[in-house]
């Protein structure tokens, strides 16, 4: 059985990236001709086409995602959305499904890849971690996506989950971004993304649907940089409480 498992697995992790191949050069032109736009144009026209990419590409492979919680963003609202981190599969749920022209902090490594990097750079901010400069010049741009009235994604525990953790222990950059702009967090659990694509299995995958909920909106009008670990401290243990308390009814 287990013999069986590992091989369909095999197949339907090559299938799926023949398919996901086969739509993003679908999307390529359309995409490259978007990156030429300024933001927050780009990011307007970016979103609808990632939206409609990843609502026939994740259906096809069996993955459909349900969301709950989009009441909890508000008309003329822009917000900093922190997302728990399981897998790979969270960077094509995340930021298409958020309600909302949006841009996501993402590794410049993933930028160099042929034809998936402009694609993948169009849509984020580039920082590469080990440079110091890039890591500050990275929240200036932050700062600007958020002032010119775009969402920003982020994934707050730094890396994906390998741990035994719900969620991992929370990194300060996402918090210190919202309380310089004065920016309220919207907080996304995203439930199965582990067990689709999971860390530990190499060229393996399974089929499963995925959720996405909002959580209500945290303020952090008034804030200040002192009260960074009272704030972090706080959204973790909401998602963490949250995704405890779903997670079995939701697998």
Known sequence: MNLIKNIA???YFIVGMLVFVATMLVVFIPIWMISLLNEPMRAKALHPVFRAWMGVFMPIVGCPI???GKEHFKRGENYVVVTNHNSLVDIPVSSPWIPGP???LA???MSKIPIFGIIYKTGSVL???KDEASRRESFTKMQETLELGLHLCLYPEGTRNKSTAPIQRFHDGAFITAIKAQKPIIPGV???TGTILPHDKKIWARPKSIHFHFLEAIPTKGLT??????LKQKVHRVMEDYYVQ???RLS
Do not use: A, M, P
């Open 9 to 11: 697995g095999r197949l």
């Open 66 to 68: 349900f969301r709950k």
């Open 102 to 104: 949006n841009k996501t």
């Open 107 to 109: 590794k410049i490594e």
């Open 127 to 129: 920082v590469n971690r």
């Open 190 to 192: 995203i439930f199965n």
């Open 225 to 230: 940089l002192d009260d960074i670990g009272d």
């Open 246 to 248: 779903n997670r079995e």
